[in-house]
């Protein structure tokens, strides 16, 4: 997210009250209303808000809201480096997520890129970028995660096939594979992989030796881990060792 530390807690004091008005906002902030005002426009046309007459709206739920805060300038570069391994005209799967949902931002430049997707989040940036084609499964929404799961999420992704399926997790380990802490997003995570010829999981080293609820698969069916370069360097070798590309960040 591109913007500054006083929009970052714009975006925070909303997420606890999307009543505050311009003069709060200014009041708490000790800015002129100018400023807020130029805050919230600025944030209404990245996606983070929807306007209002009197202020703003917070476009995403609040646990979204508190997971894109985390971590920034790691799953920054995270997805700018997942995005350095799409090529024009590639057909890939992503899965939802905070740090997948950030490889579209790092698509411009990139010509006729087709993406299958279960997140709504990625809008904010495919929208402005006319080289992305997206299609948007069907299913059940929940707005805690931007993503849509269920019975019909994984019979519409079984039509489809793609060079890549970009994956995030809540965790993985050596001895438990990639696993998410929700057992309906494990199961779109498993088609999405089944229907790609390359598994690439986006996860930052906060990750690594967590375990969540549900596996979605060994590690060894994956084909690249990008990470950043706090991942210790036995884990890395462990991997290596499983034929897994690690790609630091």
Same mark, same amino acid.
């Given at each position: *997210?591109?913007?500054? &530390?006083?929009?970052?807690?714009?975006?925070?004091? /909303? =997420?606890?009250?999307?009543?505050? =008005?311009?003069?709060?906002?200014?009041?708490?902030?000790?800015?002129? @209303?100018?400023?807020?005002? =130029?805050?919230?426009?600025?944030?209404?046309?990245?996606?983070?808000?929807?306007?209002?007459?009197?202020?703003?709206?917070?476009?995403?739920?609040?646990?979204?809201? $508190?997971?894109?805060?985390?971590?920034?300038?790691?799953? &920054?570069?995270?997805?700018?480096?997942?995005?350095?391994?799409?090529?024009?005209?590639?057909?890939?799967?992503?899965?939802?997520?905070?740090?997948? =949902?950030?490889?579209?931002?790092?698509?411009?430049? $990139?010509? %006729?890129?087709?993406?299958?997707?279960?997140?709504?989040?990625?809008?904010?940036?495919?929208?402005? %970028?006319?080289?992305?084609?997206?299609?948007?499964?069907?299913? &059940?929404?929940?707005?805690?995660? &931007?993503?849509?799961?269920?019975? /019909?999420?994984? @019979?519409?992704?079984?039509?489809?096939?793609?060079?890549?399926?970009?994956?995030?997790?809540?965790?993985?380990?050596?001895?438990?594979?990639?696993?998410?802490?929700? *057992?309906? %997003?494990?199961?779109?995570?498993?088609?999405?992989?089944?229907?790609?010829?390359?598994?690439?999981?986006?996860?930052?080293?906060?990750?690594?030796?967590?375990?969540?609820?549900?596996?979605?698969?060994?590690?060894?069916?994956?084909?690249?881990?990008?990470?950043? #370069? $706090? /991942?210790?360097?036995?884990?890395?070798?462990?991997?290596? #060792?499983?034929?897994? %590309?690690?790609? /630091?960040?």
């Amino acid at each position: *997210m591109n913007i500054n &530390e006083r929009q970052h807690k714009i975006l925070e004091l /909303l =997420s606890q009250d999307s009543s505050l =008005s311009i003069t709060t906002l200014s009041e708490l902030l000790g800015v002129t @209303k100018v400023t807020i005002r =130029s805050d919230l426009n600025a944030m209404s046309e990245t996606g983070l808000i929807v306007r209002t007459h009197g202020g703003g709206i917070p476009a995403f739920n609040p646990l979204v809201l $508190k997971r894109m805060r985390t971590n920034i300038e790691e799953k &920054e570069r995270i997805a700018k480096a997942a995005a350095s391994l799409i090529e024009d005209g590639d057909r890939i799967m992503l899965l939802s997520g905070t740090t997948c =949902s950030l490889l579209v931002k790092y698509l411009l430049g $990139k010509r %006729n890129i087709h993406i299958v997707t279960n997140s709504s989040q990625i809008l904010q940036y495919a929208r402005i %970028n006319p080289s992305i084609h997206v299609t948007l499964i069907g299913g &059940e929404f929940r707005p805690e995660s &931007e993503a849509f799961v269920g019975n /019909l999420a994984l @019979k519409s992704l079984k039509l489809y096939h793609v060079k890549m399926t970009f994956l995030g997790s809540d965790g993985f380990s050596i001895k438990h594979g990639v696993t998410a802490d929700l *057992m309906e %997003n494990a199961l779109i995570a498993q088609e999405m992989s089944k229907r790609a010829e390359k598994v690439i999981l986006m996860t930052d080293s906060d990750k690594y030796e967590r375990a969540g609820f549900a596996q979605i698969m060994p590690l060894e069916k994956l084909h690249t881990i990008v990470i950043d #370069k $706090k /991942l210790p360097k036995d884990a890395v070798t462990q991997l290596k #060792k499983l034929d897994i %590309n690690v790609k /630091l960040a």
